[in-house]
């Protein structure tokens, strides 16, 4: 009994150990690609000081990823190249992340653009959660907002109330509508 036992362990103990080798081969034996951007992602929104007034992308080519977007602070560029330079298979990282430049300007309209959009009624359901999926981003008084949200509706509320911010000389929605 003990022995039928154990050799039943044992084979189960193999199978879990060939479908663990399976699926290391299933994505290349090596870093591959696939997890290489599921790690950047992850990378990316684990930044201590990333938030919604900052637009965090990339582009995932073999060894090689390329940031891409906007940042309130500088410091948060570097913060992001060095956590993905960390990834093991990545080789080299572009940083064409754009620091946006300081104005005290800029940040009341960011705040005032925050309350506007979260403080609505439809669109407070996306204030939940540590950083919003509206992001928005303030270059000279042009808001640009980036992101996903549920429906066609919320991303037109969503200018609507971006466009609705005094002292704000244009309004660009690149947010995306994606079901979940």
């Known amino acids: ?34 997890r290489i951007t599921r790690e950047v992602r992850h990378e990316l929104v684990m930044l ?4 919604v007034f900052d637009n965090l992308a990339y582009q995932v080519n073999g060894d090689t990823v390329t940031l891409l977007g906007q940042v309130a602070r500088p ?46 009624p439809s669109l407070s359901k996306y204030a939940w959660g540590a950083v919003p999926p509206i992001h928005i981003i303030v270059d000279h008084g042009r808001v640009t907002l980036e992101g996903v949200v549920d429906n066609e509706s919320d991303k037109n509320v969503a200018e609507i109330q971006a466009k609705s911010v005094p002292g704000v000389f244009g309004v660009t929605n690149n947010v995306r509508v994606e079901s979940r």
């Not at 003990?2 to 870093?31: E, S």
């Open 48 to 51: 201590p000081y990333y938030s």
């Open 75 to 120: 410091s948060l560029k570097d913060d992001a190249a060095r956590a993905v330079k960390k990834i093991e298979g990545v080789d080299q990282v572009v940083n064409n992340i754009q620091v946006l430049p300081v104005s005290p300007n800029d940040d009341q309209i960011r705040r005032a653009e925050f309350r506007a959009i979260y403080s609505y």
């Open 1 to 34: 009994m003990r022995r039928t036992i154990l050799a039943i362990v044992i084979l189960g103990m193999l199978g879990v150990a060939t479908f663990a080798q399976d699926n290391r081969q299933k994505l290349g034996g090596t870093p591959g690609q696939e």
